[in-house]
């Protein structure tokens, strides 16, 4: 069985990786960094910069092999809160990452750690894509003082909808984060404006994810649907306005907490 290649090119996770982080060092060089963050309770917005420039860090020395760097995960994310301009300090290994991706080699042999994982280099380049415009959505939520709405995004639906299909299709099928039922049951994920849509089998055994078309029948015995935005955010938990009439989404996110360990 063949994996499904992501919905963006690898040229499209790099720019919306210089996006999202313009996006969230704009929005911490300009609110008080003791701020709150409404979608990451108990961080402030300085936790939260220290926290993604640290992942960046970390996700390049993967990308290079280097074990050392890897484990100092507390140090480095230490290293951002205490610098002089920690803004500036997360744009700077951001891009770092950035340029350390576009030179990698497209046979890249990495760790990735998902299900049906695309190849390393484009499997980072996605990772760091969604990381990055997640939290960059959490930097926002902290200036504004509020979780997003769709409106609130500078990025589309083609990026919505590749982050759906990370999450659904890469974290969700893992045994770790996988919402759960018993009796089991069917679920669709159809964006209101796109032709892809994802079922998932939802049981006592870990989850299937099958990407559909949006279009085909489908037998699923409850619907979540929306714009492929407002499901991106309601699905990573960062806001949104979805249709829900079962009410399976709040179970979901209470099953499938996306975590860095």
């Known amino acids: 069985m063949s994996i499904p290649a992501p919905l963006l090119s690898f040229g499209e996770h790099l720019d919306a990786l210089v996006a999202a982080t313009d996006r969230l060092a704009s929005a911490a060089g300009s609110t008080w960094l003791g ?12 936790d939260l910069v220290a926290h ?9 020395a993967a990308v290079l092999g280097d074990r050392e760097t890897m484990g100092d995960a507390e140090l480095i994310e230490e290293e951002g809160r205490t610098a002089p301009d920690p803004p500036a300090w997360f744009r700077a290994g951001a891009a770092r990452l ?15 750690f998902l299900k049906d994982a695309p190849p390393a280099k484009r499997f980072w380049a996605r990772r760091q894509c ?10 926002l939520a902290a200036r504004d003082g509020r979780t997003a709405r769709a409106d609130d995004a500078w990025f589309g639906a083609a990026l919505a909808l590749d982050g759906i299909d ?25 964006p209101t404006d796109a032709d892809v849509a994802w079922l998932l089998r939802i049981g006592p055994d870990p989850l299937v994810t099958t990407r559909v078309e949006a279009s085909a029948p489908a ?3 409850v619907v979540l ?5 407002d499901l991106y955010l309601a699905l990573w938990n960062r806001g949104g306005t979805v249709e829900d009439p079962a009410e399976v989404l709040p179970s979901w996110r209470l099953q499938s907490p996306i975590t860095w360990s």
Not at 171 to 185: A, E, I, L, N, V
Not at 225 to 229: D, M, N, Y
Request: aromatic letters at 6%; hydrophobic letters at 45%.
């Open 35 to 46: 701020a709150d963050v409404p979608t990451c309770p108990q961080w402030s917005l300085l």
């Open 52 to 60: 993604t420039g640290m992942v960046h860090r970390w996700a390049t």
């Open 98 to 112: 950035a340029a350390v991706l576009h030179e990698a080699p497209d046979d890249l042999d990495a760790l990735v």
């Open 130 to 139: 969604h990381e990055t415009t997640i939290h960059a959505l959490d930097a």
């Open 166 to 190: 990370e999450l659904l299709v890469g974290f969700w099928q893992r045994t770790k984060s996988s919402p759960h039922g018993d009796p089991g049951y069917a679920a669709l994920v159809l």
């Open 219 to 221: 037998q699923a015995d």
């Open 225 to 229: 649907s929306g714009s492929a935005v």
